[in-house]
């Protein structure tokens, strides 16, 4: 999970407050309904285990599957019926049945202790984790058997979640908003550094394209599962002693401690359960990174918030699940195997919109009721100094003191970072050279080189980067979160199968405005699913939650059918990239910014005061619904533009309005300090990625991301660690 979905977990989190009480007893219709709840389950998941044992590549039928399992006529001498039954087919249902039921309960745990029904078993960073291993076992060790990437993933797997924990509980007791925080920028970080190998290493990627789908093709006899049963156990284990401890954390903290438990120690032993679950399914089938959202969010919505029946009832759907996904894989695409996270998200998706859609959303412990905005307060940081008034004759202009100041320092960085970025690179020209040049003065070579095969590329980079800065703005003060960003609403995801598309229909690389069209497209899709936007948000949320989901596997499931050149240059794409990026892409993104950016400072006016109150703003004469409706659309054009320009760059319109808010103050929404705090973001990375490697050009969405992760977890933790 990203970042940005971490911040739309935060956003949705349920307050302690609106819990159950979990120490009471069930009532009686409770009680029956949760025991015929998981009567139905078992008699579900042994059904799919007997049609996974009896379905196969092997033409051995369900009645030889029984001869064989009861050992009846000599079945068990039989060679060939041993090979399929008992070396092929058992193996592999009982890894789909513990890796289902480890996710369930890896994904149940989570949520309970962060009291967040949207938690997923990525956010401790445990999938990045276990990419980033596999794909350095293949990149720097030559890595080619299934044993070696069980060990690299587990390996790279707990190595994240150390991390997450060591962040977690290095202040504030390892809270269940360090948690979120902490696994997110691990796993933003791990990831790009998977990009940095991925993209020096054609083998690599063409390796990891096709492990990342997820899979149980690969098990093959008892060997890894007895390998790693005994980890399996123990998460298991200390999942069982952790259920008491978190139904007193779901009081609240000074609770749980009245009760005699300690919140610090039960989140580190979550912790410690979903990294050895997680870890473990990691390493035997690969990330199925869905599957934990689904089947906590199914327990949920049929047995309520109580961890105990919560856990249980998690396991079982996710071993249901996992079952039935591996057996529809092998016979939907026969006599090949589909990948089996792209048949969880097509049986998770559509269920999990369903379920938001109905009347089960009150048994999830949530509500639509969006966060309530703090009033911004001249009090933070200091005194502020009074404004300016300039006058002349009947006009007058507010100018915000410091607000004014920090645009004139961001301009000025900006110069800088371009006078930078021209200059970077294998000439040999001094900064003065470069800067002339920049201006037109100076050798006729140098211009040429300069403004010709250079400046292009960084005026691309400056239209995108001061789009997604200005569309991260609007996302996160229409949302009153500072993790949220458009990528929530599917921006990312239909931009990237719009140029898929384009790349197929046409066969040669996609136009600019491919880009913009799959974006709209994308939110139109989740709006019109989820009901639309209405006034609230949770709807929309979770819609683009699943649509991402299902759409991140179908672009997968794209790429590794693809030849490796072609999917080698769509990795850098989907990446983020400004290589190739000129003057002829920049012009239409910058006609876009001249439309949209003042377009954007008029909406801002509203905008702030919607971080009061829904009533308070409306008693101003503010209109919240339409506001947010022209903010989203706002927002999705300019995410569109910059994602036509340079691909999905993470990580800037994140960052950029929460840079740009410190510097202008937190009185007035920063528009125009998030539009230029971006551009000088992506300048910069693009300069870096150029530079850093000899020879070797680094995508500037990896720089963000990798660099990005860190430094966003210090600013929202930093400051008296409240990132909230």
């Known amino acids: 999970m990203t970042l940005s979905q971490a911040g739309a977990a935060v956003q949705a989190r349920t307050e302690p407050d609106a819990e159950p009480d979990p120490g009471a007893p069930p009532s009686g219709p409770a009680r029956r309904t949760t025991r015929l709840t998981v009567v139905g389950i078992l008699a579900a998941l042994l059904a799919l285990t007997a049609l996974s044992l009896s379905v196969g590549a092997g033409e051995v039928g369900p009645g030889r599957v029984l001869d064989y399992l009861l050992d009846r006529g000599g079945a068990r001498g039989d060679s060939r019926l041993a090979l399929v039954v008992g070396d092929l087919r058992l193996p592999r249902t009982l890894t789909a049945l513990l890796v289902g039921t480890a996710l369930g309960v890896a994904g149940a745990q989570l949520q309970s202790v962060t009291r967040n029904p949207l938690a997923e078993t990525g956010l401790l960073g445990v999938n990045a984790g276990a990419s980033l291993g596999v794909v350095a076992g293949i990149a720097l060790l030559g890595v080619q058997t299934s044993y070696g990437y069980l060990a690299f993933a587990f390996g790279g797997a707990v190595l994240a979640s150390t991390l997450v924990l060591l962040i977690a509980g290095s202040r504030g007791g390892g809270s269940p908003m360090r948690l979120v925080l902490g696994g997110s920028a691990v796993g933003a970080t791990f990831g790009g550094l998977t990009g940095v190998l991925i993209v020096n290493s054609p083998e690599a990627y063409d390796r990891y394209r096709v492990w990342v789908l997820g899979s149980l093709a690969g098990v093959e006899g008892w060997t890894t599962l007895r390998q790693l049963a005994p980890v399996l156990g123990a998460g298991f284990l200390v999942a069982a002693f952790t259920t008491r401890p978190l139904a007193a954390l779901a009081l609240g903290d000074d609770l749980a401690r009245g009760l005699g438990h300690r919140p610090g120690a039960t989140r580190a032993a979550v912790a410690t359960a979903v990294t050895l679950l997680t870890a473990s399914a990691v390493a035997l089938a690969g990330p199925i990174s869905f599957l934990g959202l689904l089947a906590g969010f199914l327990a949920r919505a049929a047995a309520g918030p109580r961890v105990g029946r919560l856990t249980l009832l998690a396991g079982l759907v996710g071993a249901a699940v996992l079952t039935g996904a591996d057996v529809l894989a092998r016979v939907v695409a026969r006599p090949f195997e589909a990948p089996v996270s792209v048949i969880v998200a097509l049986i998770g998706a559509p269920t999990l919109i369903a379920i938001v859609r109905s009347r089960k959303t009150a048994a999830l412990g949530m509500t639509d009721t969006a966060p309530t905005g703090s009033a911004p307060s001249r009090a933070e940081g200091g005194a502020a100094k009074p404004d300016l008034v300039l006058r002349r004759g009947a006009l007058s202009v507010l100018l915000p003191r410091r607000s004014a100041l920090a645009a004139a320092g961001l301009a000025a960085a900006l110069l800088a970072a371009v006078v930078v970025s021209a200059h970077a690179g294998q000439s040999e020209l001094d900064l003065g050279r470069t800067f002339r040049a920049v201006f037109g003065y100076g050798d006729r070579l140098d211009v040429l080189l300069v403004q010709k095969f250079r400046l292009g590329r960084i005026v691309a980079g400056l239209a995108a980067g001061a789009a997604l800065g200005l569309a991260g703005c609007l996302t996160q003060t229409l949302a009153r979160n500072r993790l949220a960003t458009p990528e929530l609403l599917g921006v990312n995801d239909g931009a990237t199968a719009a140029?898929?598309?384009?790349?197929?229909?046409?066969?040669?690389?996609?136009?600019?405005?491919?880009?913009?069209?799959?974006?709209?497209?994308?939110?139109?899709?989740?709006?019109?699913?989820?009901?639309?936007?209405?006034?609230?948000?949770?709807?929309?949320?979770?819609?683009?939650?699943?649509?991402?989901?299902?759409?991140?596997?179908?672009?997968?499931?794209?790429?590794?059918?693809?030849?490796?050149?072609?999917?080698?240059?769509?990795?850098?794409?989907?990446?983020?990239?400004?290589?190739?990026?000129?003057?002829?892409?920049?012009?239409?993104?910058?006609?876009?910014?001249?439309?949209?950016?003042?377009?954007?400072?008029?909406?801002?006016?509203?905008?702030?005061?919607?971080?009061?109150?829904?009533?308070?703003?409306?008693?101003?004469?503010?209109?919240?619904?339409?506001?947010?409706?022209?903010?989203?659309?706002?927002?999705?054009?300019?995410?569109?533009?910059?994602?036509?320009?340079?691909?999905?760059?993470?990580?800037?319109?994140?960052?950029?309005?929460?840079?740009?808010?410190?510097?202008?103050?937190?009185?007035?929404?920063?528009?125009?300090?998030?539009?230029?705090?971006?551009?000088?973001?992506?300048?910069?990375?693009?300069?870096?990625?150029?530079?850093?490697?000899?020879?070797?050009?680094?995508?500037?969405?990896?720089?963000?991301?990798?660099?990005?992760?860190?430094?966003?977890?210090?600013?929202l933790l930093g400051r008296k660690g409240n990132p909230a």
């Open 499 to 715: 140029v898929l598309f384009s790349v197929t229909a046409s066969g040669t690389f996609g136009a600019w405005w491919a880009g913009p069209l799959g974006a709209l497209a994308a939110v139109l899709v989740v709006t019109l699913v989820a009901g639309g936007l209405g006034a609230r948000g949770y709807r929309v949320l979770v819609v683009g939650l699943a649509m991402s989901a299902l759409a991140s596997a179908v672009i997968q499931v794209a790429m590794a059918r693809r030849s490796l050149n072609s999917a080698g240059a769509l990795y850098v794409w989907t990446s983020g990239s400004l290589n190739g990026r000129d003057y002829a892409v920049a012009t239409p993104v910058l006609t876009g910014l001249a439309v949209l950016v003042p377009l954007a400072l008029v909406v801002a006016r509203r905008l702030a005061v919607l971080r009061f109150d829904d009533d308070v703003a409306a008693s101003l004469g503010v209109d919240p619904a339409r506001v947010r409706l022209a903010c989203l659309l706002l927002a999705v054009a300019l995410a569109g533009l910059a994602v036509g320009v340079c691909g999905p760059v993470g990580f800037v319109a994140l960052a950029a309005p929460v840079i740009a808010g410190r510097l202008a103050g937190p009185a007035r929404v920063p528009v125009l300090g998030a539009a230029l705090v971006g551009a000088v973001l992506v300048v910069l990375a693009d300069t870096l990625g150029r530079v850093l490697i000899g020879g070797v050009e680094i995508p500037v969405g990896i720089v963000t991301t990798v660099l990005g992760g860190p430094f966003l977890l210090w600013v």
